[in-house]
């Protein structure tokens, strides 16, 4: 939904924000909390599944490969325009793997291996449900 630009905008859509917590989550004056919440929960799943591959490793490589895969995003969120890069979605995301992952393993330890099962078949409906949502926004558009 981002790609709504022209090339003449892409010298001034271009901006890195290191400021931790600074003026990319302030709108009209105002701290936008729902924009912090929402870069930790869309990293929730990551954390879910990577605490799912990594079984028994080390917590620490889970949060590791959420920052590295949150400042991936980033880098490419500036190479190709479609949005500011900021330190503090780094951070949320990176927050938000950590949360998935410790969720994962209280379900886990509550539902032991079934737990897997029950995982695949959450997954599945979501994955549907999207493939679903972004065929409707692909026909709406159209």
Do not use: C
């Amino acid at each position: 939904m981002k790609f709504n630009i022209t090339p003449a905008d892409l010298p001034h859509l271009r901006n890195i924000n290191l400021i931790l917590y600074g003026d990319s989550g302030i709108i009209n004056g105002q701290l936008d909390v729902w924009e912090l919440v929402e870069n930790i929960l869309i990293f929730v799943p990551f954390g879910v599944y990577a605490g799912m591959l990594v079984k028994e490793r080390s917590w620490w490589k889970v949060i590791l490969a959420g920052a590295g895969f949150s400042l991936i995003l980033e880098t490419l969120q500036y190479v190709f325009a479609i949005g500011a890069s900021d330190i503090t979605d780094v951070i949320n995301n990176t927050l938000g793997a950590a949360l998935g992952m410790l969720l994962w393993k209280g379900f886990h330890r509550i539902a032991g291996e079934r737990s897997f099962m029950i995982a695949q078949v959450i997954a599945t409906i979501g994955t549907v449900g999207m493939i679903g949502m972004s065929a409707l926004l692909l026909i709406a558009n159209a």
